[in-house]
């Protein structure tokens, strides 16, 4: 019998692949772009437009933007998610990286990851009223700015620790031997080999603890007590009186042209700049 690859040679994907196939998913990929990113390109439209409420752009105007610089309503609310963004975002940082090194050298790390991850899938609902209930009774915390910040360090370590993963399972731990080989302490082989490796993962660990303070509403709105944060403020403003709504789309704005370029920071240390290394 006569080898058919002999004959034929080996099938590439590239010809074996169906063309129809190719277009249906790039087209859809295109769609879920478009899905994703229209919204907040006509968001920031509307933001300048001097009707937003009429839901189409036009007659452009930065009288919104006057309005709300104009205000300190919001100041309080804005102050108190950066800080609390910037406190849960540190502190997820140093436990995503304590625990994060430790779970490559585990036997059988897939049950401390499930315990991890599993907040993740928790509706945020049952999870605020879970650690308000806690957060008085057992820590003796008062509703506002503390229990807010346990709330959403609650919330974003597990985001964290996934990302810490992604460099430190890649990690050669014989340079650490290599390192204790040498003479170096435990603390000399951290600084002066992993923390320079684990860096990207670190800082995008903090980052994403950050952002993800920085937008939480649900849980907020079981912990906060009198306190507000500023996506609670939008969210009161939003659905107590119609007239604020223009100012909370260039409030919305504001913040979106922040985050963005933190989140692109973020990938780029986790994927650009680890795959240099």
Known sequence: MTDMTATTGPVSLETSYNPNWKRLGKWMGIA????????????????????????????????????????????MPFVASIVI???VGLVSAVTATVIGREVPRMA????????FVLPLFVPGMSMG????IFSQSVLGLDLGFWSIAVGHYVWALPFALL????????FDHTLIEAGRDLGASDWRVFKDIEFPILMPGIVSAGLFGFLMSFNEVMRTIFLRGTS????????????????????????????LLVTLPLLSAMFWLLFVRLNRT
């Open 32 to 75: 879920m772009l478009a899905l994703i990113y229209f919204p907040l390109l006509w968001l920031v439209l509307l933001s300048i437009s001097s009707d937003p409420l009429s839901g189409i752009p036009g007659a452009f105007s930065l009288r919104h933007y006057q309005a709300l610089f104009a205000s300190s309503d919001w100041h």
């Open 85 to 87: 963004g910037l406190i």
């Open 108 to 115: 059988s790390p897939g049950p401390m990851l499930l315990v």
């Open 129 to 132: 009223a879970a650690l308000f």
């Open 163 to 170: 990302i810490v993963l992604v460099v430190t399972l890649r």
């Open 228 to 255: 507000e944060t500023m996506p609670v403020w939008n969210w009161v403003q939003a659905a107590a009186q119609q007239s604020q709504v223009p100012i909370i789309f260039a409030l919305s704005s504001l913040v």
